[in-house]
T-cell receptor, first 110, second 115 residues
Framework: KQEVTQIPAALSVPEGENLVLNCSFT??????LQWFRQDPGKGLTSLLLIQSSQREQTSGRLNASLDKSSGRSTLYIAASQPGDSATYLCAVMLENDMRFGAGTRLTVKP | NAGVMQNPRHLVRRRGQEARLRCSPM?????VYWYRQLPEEGLKFMVY????????ESGMPKERFSAEFPKEGPSILRIQQVVRGDSAAYFCASSPSGGGRNEQFFGPGTRLTVL
């Protein structure tokens, strides 16, 4: 059974720091892995999608890596800003559905 | 091209009432997925539908919950005799076809509160 775990559950950093969010999954038979951002009481914003054949994807200050064999992904945020404060969700795509982690709640202090 | 639309965005029901949540997929998408997010948790898969067919309902509670995606009109997630534990955000996603290679696009969600 596929389980997705995100560590840490919460993270607080000062503005300007580089940071890494971690995601692990138990079954490497995935089609892709996706990182989302969720603001309180809001929907999901897709940040990066990594296909199973890829190793990483970059968008602006964000970089996501995927190591399928070890069941791990990281989301790297460079030069964090207060506007980055949100919950970050990791999800893996299976045949019919996506499995989500519980998220990392990030707070970037000015 | 409008994204996935869900309505209502907020729904308040009293215990024992029925809740109907609607999802209109993106144009050209014929596959719909429903997820539930309980407070402080990640999203959990509920059901996957294609037009007029339920493909996978392994995440649906066995009682009180049902889903449909008719030939015409939006997909409906129906919760009968709601209880407080049904309070959650319900998200719908759509894709152009099935299978894990297709990205799912998410709607803004419906937040259900059961009093």
């Amino acid at each position: 059974k596929q389980e997705v775990t995100q560590i840490p559950a919460a993270l607080s950093v000062p503005e300007g720091e580089n940071l890494v969010l971690n995601c692990s999954f138990t079954d490497s038979a995935i089609y892709n892995l996706q990182w989302f951002r969720q603001d309180p009481g809001k929907g999901l914003t897709s940040l990066l999608l990594i296909q199973s054949s890829q190793r990483e994807q970059t968008s602006g200050r964000l970089n996501a890596s995927l190591d399928k064999s070890s069941g791990r992904s990281t989301l790297y945020i460079a030069a964090s800003q207060p506007g980055d404060s949100a919950t970050y969700l990791c999800a893996v795509m299976l045949e019919n559905d996506m499995r989500f982690g519980a998220g990392t709640r990030l707070t970037v202090k000015p | 091209n409008a994204g996935v639309m869900q309505n209502p965005r907020h729904l308040v029901r009293r215990r024992g009432q029925e809740a109907r949540l609607r999802c209109s997929p993106m144009k050209g998408h014929s596959h719909v997925y429903w997820y539930r997010q309980l407070p402080e948790e990640g999203l959990k898969f509920m059901v996957y539908l294609q037009k007029e067919n339920i493909i996978d309902e392994s995440g649906m509670p066995k009682e009180r919950f049902s889903a449909e995606f008719p030939k015409e009109g939006p997909s409906i997630l129906r919760i009968q005799q709601v209880v407080r534990g049904d309070s959650a955000a319900y998200f719908c996603a759509s894709s152009p076809s099935g299978g894990g290679r297709n990205e799912q696009f998410f709607g803004p969600g419906t937040r259900l509160t059961v009093l």
